[in-house]
């Protein structure tokens, strides 16, 4: 009988000790890695958007106070509008109207602009005549103009842009046009379609003329979202197979943009094409998108824009009804929106390496960036595909000094599939607000501190009070 008592506490013991898994998180307090840029959070709408609605209405307009709410509550300081309506032939280009009420969206909500030039066609004139406007009237307010959406995807559709070499001198001619009436403007391109060949040729071609911003690239990891859905599309989402997708676009589009020198961008990312049910709207999207953030800025990226089609389940902000594109009825978020204001609280500064002793394998990341005399660490537990979830129990180390430690948990009780009940420091997100609660953590002299981790859900720990950091 004890024997057995014996075996089966030492069952339960070891059980505990996986279902904890230690984790030493040492942060490098002497490198200095690369700052986030003060507009790295952006969001990414189709151009129709700033077309009036059926009933006059405009979704980007100084008046729309609730959607500026959300922008503000959620970090968001970059607005790229583009997309395939910017190409697309039945839908207008906008005019002066509309353009002055989205640069007064832009003002209130404190946001930068990526805008979008129609290249079909290749009315260069007619182009040079709306970014001469913009940039008399909000050229500080602007990033950058991009000229064509996908180009490296005309082929199915615009027969005179076959290939990169056919698209150069159409997007010369136009950039020519624009430069010789608004000299300050500034360029980001080719905004290719997942062709990272054309993102090279283009930095390689125009990094050295000057007055290229950035060079920008669209990806959706998960591709069609009509293809995939459920468990699976939830556990492909934090896998390491799609990191390692993210390494391999990194290597093949921002390697080129950096050897060039230039600033490097995804203005229309998201996690799969036109989302995936019951994956892109559940808790998976909040620790997914709290890692991609992460996991870009890490490596240097100008920013990253998550695209809002009207109005699909990957949205980040979407009407509450869509009638008058909820001008009237108000918004929501999709549980993507959590994972951007938790970057939001714990990711602005300069990145520092963080080495990670991980025993037992666990699937998980982590991240430190430091921000004045505070050092911010986000830790995101996810889990592999088929395995069962693991508390992690994290010791960050990063050295004598820091006399405090809080943390902000972003959890769902109901795990990866909740699609409600999601919360980040205690609170949701609800009416353009947030009043989520750091909480104490304990703190050694040799400036150490411990968290848990429950299985797929993240924390960002602040530490702070070391007066020599």
């Not at 009509?226 to 197979?241: L, V, Y």
């Not at 949205?315 to 993507?336: A, F, L, Q």
Request: neutral net charge; charged residues 20%; glycine residues 12%.
């Amino acid at each position: 009988m004890r024997i057995a008592t014996l075996v089966f506490a030492l069952f339960v013991f070891r059980s505990a000790a996986w279902a904890q898994a230690p984790v030493t998180l040492t942060i490098d307090m002497q490198a200095r890695g690369a700052e986030v840029p003060a507009d790295f959070l952006g969001l990414s709408f189709e151009m129709s958007n700033l077309l009036p609605g059926a009933g006059g209405q405009h979704l980007f307009s100084e008046e729309n106070k609730e959607l500026i709410g959300w922008f503000r509550t959620l970090g968001i300081r970059s607005l790229r509008v583009g997309g395939g309506t910017a190409d697309t032939p039945r839908y207008a280009i906008p005019g002066e109207g509309d353009t002055d009420r989205l640069f007064a969206f832009a003002a209130a909500a404190d946001v930068k602009v990526i805008y979008t030039l129609r290249l079909p066609g290749a009315d260069a004139e007619r182009n040079a005549q709306i970014a001469k406007y913009i940039e008399q009237h909000y050229g500080r307010q602007m990033t950058c103009f991009e000229i064509g959406n996908e180009p490296d995807f005309y082929r199915r559709v615009y027969r005179d842009i076959q290939e990169y070499r056919t698209y150069k001198p159409l997007w010369t001619k136009i950039a020519d046009a624009v430069t010789k009436v608004a000299p300050e403007a500034k360029f980001c391109g080719p905004a290719a379609g997942g062709t990272t060949s054309w993102s090279r040729s283009f930095a390689a071609d125009f990094g050295k003329s000057g007055r290229i911003a950035a060079v920008v690239e669209h990806d959706y990891p998960g591709g069609d979202g009509n293809k995939t859905n459920g468990p699976t599309a939830r556990e492909d989402m934090m896998s390491r197979a799609w990191m390692e997708h993210y390494d391999q676009l990194y290597q093949s589009f921002a390697l080129g943009a950096r050897a060039q020198g230039l600033a490097f961008r995804l203005e229309e990312t998201n996690n799969f094409t036109g989302g995936a049910k019951d994956a892109t709207d559940t808790f998976t999207a909040s620790l997914w998108a709290l890692d991609y953030l992460h996991w870009w800025a890490s490596r240097g990226a100008a920013g990253l824009n998550f695209h809002n089609r009207r109005w699909i389940l990957n949205t980040t902000i979407y009407p509450v009804d869509p009638e008058y594109d909820g001008v009237k009825s108000g918004y929501d978020v999709h549980p993507i929106a959590y994972g951007i204001k938790a970057f939001d609280m714990g990711g602005h500064g300069a990145e520092l390496p963080v080495a990670i002793a991980n025993p037992e394998a666990v699937n998980l990341t982590a991240y430190a960036v430091r921000q004045g005399g505070e050092l911010f660490v986000t830790v995101i537990n996810k889990k592999d595909p088929g395995d069962r979830t693991h508390e992690i129990n994290a010791t960050i180390a990063a050295g004598a000094g820091f006399r405090s430690a809080m943390v902000l948990r972003l959890e769902a009780e109901a795990g990866l599939e909740a699609k409600n009940g999601i919360t980040l420091g205690g609170a949701g997100l609800s009416h353009g607000a947030w009043d989520g609660k750091w909480t104490p953590l304990g703190v050694d002299r040799a400036g150490r501190c411990v968290v848990k981790v429950a299985g797929t859900s993240a924390a960002v720990v602040r530490l702070s009070g070391n007066p020599g950091f």
